[in-house]
């Protein structure tokens, strides 16, 4: 398994950015789809996005799709989350998951590893 660190959040207000990063422990990075989850107070956690191993497929939910952006460098071991266009709905603890099936999973189960997760807070 890899240990996964979050780090990148904080209070922003509506329409602005920030930019989450996650950094794995390890030397099989390249070998794990990367995902992002958030959960915000009062509800399930639920799939942001997730990255190919190489970082050449990306998949977002809707709810994101266009604002945010995934993206990884291999060589640092690094996952990076790029969230433009926040909404006070994107408020959540943000989490980086690493998964080691071959396919690029959505559900939580399908995750071998997570961080300790950043909080994002996203003022009107």
């Known amino acids: 398994q890899v240990q996964l660190v979050e780090s990148g959040g904080g209070l922003v207000q509506a329409g602005g950015s920030l930019r989450l990063s996650c950094a794995a422990s390890?030397?099989?990075?390249?070998?794990?789809?990367m995902g992002w989850f958030r959960q915000a107070p009062g509800k399930e956690r639920e799939f942001v996005a997730v990255i190919s191993r190489s970082g050449g497929v990306t998949n977002y939910s809707d709810f994101v799709k266009g604002r945010f952006t995934l993206s990884r460098d291999n060589a640092k071991n690094t996952v990076y989350l790029q969230m433009n266009s926040l909404k006070p709905e994107d408020t959540a603890v943000y989490y980086c998951?690493?998964?080691?099936?071959?396919?690029?999973?959505?559900?939580?189960?399908?995750?071998?590893?997570w961080g300790q997760g950043t909080q994002v807070t996203v003022s009107s």
């Open positions: 390890g030397r099989t990075f390249s070998s794990y789809a």
């Open positions: 998951a690493a998964s080691i099936a071959p396919t690029m999973p959505t559900t939580l189960m399908s995750y071998n590893s």
